[in-house]
């Protein structure tokens, strides 16, 4: 069974603050990890995913296969950072199918 | 936006009736999906499609039904068997390509679910 797991349900920080969303995951074999964002009143939509490496926003996830964690940074959060914070895995056999964290909703004091 | 639309937007059903609700794409996409949505859940996968006519249940498929007669289309019925339907639904595309590790979801608007 694969499972998603969100410690944090609220998370507040200040602007110009780091912020880290945790992510942690149950997996037997090599998942794909991503993380989606929903702004207020916007569609929920791919923020990045492991596999591109990439930063998005200014944020970066690193997958940490020993930890089985996918933990979401910024070094600087901005007000526009506000909003529903998801994180998802795809095992290797699951097709299409993800199986999303709990969620964890952000909060950026200007 | 664009792209994968569902309606209504809110709907309100009273118990014992159906109700199905619309998720149509323009996407070319193969794949779709059903998710129901929860605070402090997440989304949980209700049903999801792979290819026209053929359909699998998702974790938490009791109560709905689904059909993919035609490939912009994955219409949702929630049925008076299913105990807590309230909800906001959301639907979901993708290419569906097994062969790449891009395939990103596309998230519909979403309908709110409410019954009285």
């Given at each position: 069974?694969?499972?998603?797991?969100?410690?944090?349900?609220?998370?507040?920080?200040?602007?110009?603050?780091?912020?880290?969303?945790?992510?942690?995951?149950?997996?037997?074999?090599?998942?794909?990890?991503?993380?989606?964002?929903?702004?207020?009143?916007?569609?929920?939509?791919?923020?990045?995913?492991?596999?591109?490496?990439?930063?998005?926003?200014?944020?970066?996830?690193?997958?940490?296969?020993?930890?089985?964690?996918?933990?979401?940074?910024?070094?600087?959060?901005?007000?526009?950072?506000?909003?529903?914070?998801?994180?998802?895995?795809?095992?290797?056999?699951?097709?299409?199918?993800?199986?999303?964290?709990?969620?964890t909703?952000?909060?950026?004091?200007? | 936006?664009?792209?994968?639309?569902?309606?209504p937007?809110?709907?309100?059903?009273?118990?014992?009736?159906?109700?199905?609700?619309?998720?149509?794409?323009?996407?070319?996409?193969?794949?779709?999906?059903?998710?129901?949505?929860?605070?402090?859940?997440?989304?949980?996968?209700?049903y999801y499609s792979?290819?026209?006519?053929?359909?699998?249940?998702?974790?938490?498929?009791?109560?709905?039904?689904?059909?993919?007669?035609?490939?912009?289309?994955?219409?949702?019925?929630?049925?008076?068997?299913?105990?807590?339907?309230?909800?906001?639904?959301?639907?979901?595309?993708?290419?569906?390509?097994?062969?790449?590790?891009?395939?990103?979801?596309?998230?519909?608007?979403?309908?709110?679910?409410?019954?009285?």
């Amino acid at each position: 069974a694969q499972r998603v797991t969100q410690p944090e349900k609220l998370l507040s920080v200040f602007k110009g603050a780091p912020v880290e969303l945790k992510c942690n995951y149950s997996y037997s074999g090599s998942p794909e990890l991503f993380w989606y964002v929903q702004y207020s009143r916007q569609r929920l939509q791919l923020l990045l995913r492991h596999i591109s490496r990439e930063s998005i926003k200014g944020f970066t996830a690193d997958l940490n296969k020993g930890e089985t964690s996918f933990h979401l940074k910024k070094p600087f959060a901005q007000e526009e950072d506000s909003a529903m914070y998801y994180c998802a895995l795809k095992g290797m056999t699951s097709y299409g199918k993800l199986t999303f964290g709990q969620g964890t909703i952000l909060t950026v004091h200007p | 936006d664009g792209g994968i639309t569902q309606s209504p937007k809110y709907l309100f059903r009273k118990e014992g009736q159906n109700v199905t609700l619309s998720c149509e794409q323009n996407l070319n996409h193969d794949a779709m999906y059903w998710y129901r949505q929860d605070p402090g859940q997440g989304l949980r996968l209700i049903y999801y499609s792979q290819i026209v006519n053929d359909f699998q249940k998702g974790d938490i498929a009791e109560g709905y039904s689904v059909s993919r007669e035609k490939k912009e289309s994955f219409p949702l019925t929630v049925t008076s068997a299913q105990k807590n339907p309230t909800a906001f639904y959301l639907c979901a595309s993708s290419m569906g390509d097994r062969r790449t590790s891009t395939d990103t979801q596309y998230f519909g608007p979403g309908t709110r679910l409410t019954v009285l």
